[in-house]
């Protein structure tokens, strides 16, 4: 009977597989960019800005990075962009937000620095509208 030996090259496999050089590395790090490349087509902008951010600052934050853990590859995509207090706006937007109180943090009153239009301490905003731009760009994949 004849006999087959078989050398299993563990760095080879290790290359392949798990490096992001590898061809699935390679694979990854392009549709997580398909994915980034429709949220930013996708991603509503307004006109004056938001929150003293300029036109577009959430779509110009939208990123693609392939990175490794003690688990492999995985590829991180979406938008860092943040409210002035830190608050991760994106999620807002996908989302949309109930009704909600906004009170001033001092002792004057809530105004729109743009038209001087002047609210008071404590304003009754009406909350916003989802509008997905996150979940719905995985859908990019489906042909990928």
């Known amino acids: 009977m004849a006999q087959t030996r078989v050398i299993w090259n563990h760095a080879e496999e290790e290359r392949l597989l798990h490096s992001p050089t590898g061809p699935v590395g390679r694979d990854m790090a ?3 960019e398909l994915v980034a490349a429709e949220q930013r ?29 003690e688990l492999g590859l995985y590829v991180d995509v979406g938008t860092d962009a943040h409210t002035p207090d830190g608050k991760p706006y994106p ?3 996908e989302l949309g937000t ?15 620095a743009k ?12 909350g ?4 997905p731009f996150i979940r719905p760009s995985l859908n990019v994949l489906r042909g990928a």
Do not use: W
């Not at 109180?101 to 105004?111: E, N």
């Not at 038209?115 to 009406?126: D, E, I, L, N």
């Not at 916003?128 to 509008?131: L, M, N, R, S, Y």
């Open 41 to 69: 087509r996708t991603c509503p902008v307004s006109e004056d800005g938001s929150h003293g951010r300029p036109p577009g600052y959430m779509r110009s934050r939208i990123q693609s990075e392939l990175h490794r853990d």
């Open 30 to 32: 392009r549709k997580g």
């Open 128 to 131: 916003t509208t989802a509008q």
């Open 98 to 112: 109930r009704p909600h109180t906004i009170t001033s943090h001092g002792d004057y009153p809530l105004r729109n």
């Open 91 to 93: 999620i807002f937007v």
């Open 115 to 126: 038209t001087g239009q002047v609210f008071g301490k404590t304003v009754q905003h009406p």
